[in-house]
């Protein structure tokens, strides 16, 4: 990065901890710390839950997953319109009603303190190790691409993050997280018009999508049935719903966010507007990814975009191998591009021979053959599978975004990271706080007293997730074993409030044991099948729903209704 | 069961409208439905209009393209 780049990065991680500093005025006591209380319109809401849900990962990964699968992600994201609807209708009213803090008061309402304290328990297991997942992954990224140590990239972001929600709480978060909300935005946008106007003089957007849909990388509706593919239509709209609906329903993080409106009604025009625009915002990030796919066709792009899996490479007994290969991917890049300039001739001149179309194909299925032998060597050397997917996009943004931009560019991915770090703090402080401090231990302190056992919580989330990012490079597997322990927990959770919602005869044991057999069912599943995880939920959700019913007509409910 | 308020779950529920174009609940739930579907077939449109079939690959791709380009220099 030149200075001017780190001018703006620098103006960014300044301009955001002033910004949610002189937003944090407002807060007045734990209320105002975790609820904003209760004010916040609708449309920054709308951002915030955007944003928290859309990490760095989001940015890097999916750009990346653009790049290499194409289209079909998408596919997951399809139902969340439906599901916006569904929580409008059915969660929001019973949140927004009972006052609550948090999701899973309402359940120690509607059961017992036991269920609460158990689904709260299983999303603090789920989201604290996650937490120092958002803060580790875009970190190993940016500190590979930008030369930088992992310890500094990791500690700016934790520290600055830190430093404001803390201070700031939720109305800090809020507020950041719509300002990096837009960032994203900006930075989506600048990515798509920097990509087409890169393009070789005389390609316009036609032809690069036309060289995608060659490598049918405009794939994103896929109707097959077939249960090896990992996205189609049908585990889209099944398995995403049912996540969605956990997620944005179940999951303290997000709901946390729409209980700080000032009116039921702006609780739900938050979920109605992220509705609108989570899809056609996926839509644009896939859609990079296959725009630099078509710009890889005219520049050639590295053989392995992650540099330290090369540097380690070029120092083994395979450097040799891996330089030959490299020089193969040189030649066939030269060939691939020399098709694709006469295809883009034979464009302008009619239809495009077939043959020139299959060659193109061919060329790409052998270069893409090269970079899959390239990867077995890294494997090899490293003794750990080659994954270089997030490497893509930043490789990007380095090489051929223009000064100044670079630094906006990176500061979005920090914004991306920092929205969503945030927001799970805010979410852990809240479940430990009031689920636990203050529900079993000190009843009946000063509001001031809760307001600093608060702040003093989030220090606490936000120096484990910190430890924890800082840590997690020992251990490969445990970022694979971290993102699906999220997973794992999220149907449980959900079917305990489904079972709350639609079963009135549903009381408190019979939903406690519910969930404890689907989160153990879930286990089952993920320690002896290979079931995708986005079926987990649905599953969960079953299982909870089917127990907890049938055990509430068996037992007998208890004759006094647990209050809170 | 339980002493929490009732919350009157209806698709129609009016209270507190919207606001701005939509005058009731069910006006934006249906538009956010339609917003969807139509989102689900322009990725139906895509897949099907961007996607090119090239059919059958040759078993060389150097020897393709000198079969289909001889014109492009080596």
């Not at chain 1, 859609?287 to 330290?308: C, K, R, S, T, W």
């Amino acid at each position: 990065m030149t200075a001017i780049d780190w001018g703006v990065f620098g103006l960014y991680l300044f301009g955001v901890m002033a910004f949610a500093l002189w937003q944090s005025r407002r807060n007045e006591g734990v209320e105002g710390f975790f609820l904003g209380n209760r004010r916040m319109p609708w449309w920054a809401i709308g951002l915030s839950v955007m944003a928290t849900q859309a990490s760095a990962i989001t940015l890097i990964g999916t750009t990346g997953q653009g790049y290499t699968d194409g289209m079909r992600f998408v596919q997951t994201y399809l139902p969340l319109p439906f599901a916006m609807i569904v929580l409008s209708v059915v969660f929001v009213p019973f949140f927004y009603r009972a006052k609550l803090y948090t999701a899973y008061e309402y359940l120690e309402k509607r059961f017992d303190p036991k269920t609460r304290t158990l689904t709260s328990m299983l999303f603090l297991i789920g989201r604290a190790m996650g937490t120092g997942v958002i803060m580790y992954a875009p970190a190993i990224v940016l500190s590979t691409i930008l030369g930088w140590d992992e310890v500094v990239t990791i500690s700016i972001m934790a520290v600055v993050t830190i430093a404001y929600t803390v201070t700031g709480g939720i109305t800090a978060v809020i507020w950041t997280d719509v300002v990096q909300m837009l960032m994203m935005f900006l930075g989506i946008g600048l990515a798509i018009v920097f990509m087409i106007s890169g393009l070789p003089d005389g390609v316009g957007v036609a032809d690069a999508a036309y060289i995608g849909g060659v490598q049918q990388m405009w794939n994103a509706i896929d109707f097959s049935w077939d249960p090896k593919s990992r996205y189609t239509i049908w585990s889209g709209l099944i398995g995403g719903t049912f996540l969605f609906l956990s997620y944005f329903g179940a999951d303290q993080s997000q709901v946390q966010r729409y209980l700080t409106a000032d009116s039921e009604r702006d609780s739900r025009l938050s979920l109605i507007f992220n509705g609108f625009m989570k899809v056609p915002m996926q839509i644009a990030i896939l859609g990079i990814g296959v725009l630099m796919f078509a710009f890889y066709h005219f520049e050639q792009p590295p053989i392995v975009f992650n540099d330290a899996e090369v540097r380690v490479v070029m120092e083994s007994d395979r450097a040799q191998e891996f330089e030959d290969l490299s020089v193969t991917f040189a030649e066939a890049h030269a060939e691939r591009r020399a098709t694709v300039m006469e295809i883009l001739d034979a464009r302008d001149a009619g239809p495009v021979p077939p043959a020139l179309e299959q060659t193109l194909a061919a060329q790409d299925e052998e270069l893409l053959g090269l970079r899959d032998d390239a990867k077995a060597i890294v494997a090899d050397v490293r003794g750990a599978e080659s994954n270089d997917t997030n490497y893509i996009f930043p490789t990007y943004l380095t090489e051929y975004f223009p000064i100044g931009l670079v630094g906006l560019m990176i500061a979005t991915i920090f914004a991306a990271a920092m929205s969503s770090i945030d927001s799970e703090l805010t979410a852990l402080s809240s479940a430990t706080v009031i689920d636990f401090y203050r529900r079993w231990f000190v009843r009946d302190a000063t509001d001031g007293h809760y307001l600093w056992a608060s702040r003093l919580a989030t220090l606490f989330w936000g120096l484990v997730a910190w430890g924890f990012a800082l840590r997690a490079g020992q251990g490969g597997s445990l970022i694979e074993l971290v993102n699906q322990v999220g997973s794992l927990v999220y149907g449980s959770i959900l079917g305990g409030f489904l079972l709350a919602f639609g079963v009135k005869r549903a009381h408190g044991t019979p939903a406690f044991i519910g969930i404890l057999c689907g989160f153990g069912t879930i286990l089952y599943i993920y320690y002896t099948t290979d079931i995708g995880w986005l079926w987990w939920n649905p599953i969960g959700v079953g299982v909870v729903m089917g127990v907890g019913t049938l055990l509430s007509y068996v037992m007998t409910p208890p004759s006094e209704p647990a209050r809170a | 069961m339980s002493d929490l308020p009732e919350p009157e779950v209806r698709p129609g529920d009016d209270v507190d409208p919207p606001g701005g174009p939509w005058k009731s609940w069910k006006s934006i739930y249906t538009t956010l439905a339609i917003w969807g579907v139509v989102c689900i077939l322009f990725l139906i449109w895509i897949t099907s209009t961007l996607n090119i079939d090239v059919g059958e690959a040759p078993m060389d791709a150097e020897a393709a393209v000198t079969a289909s380009a001889p014109e492009v220099a080596p």
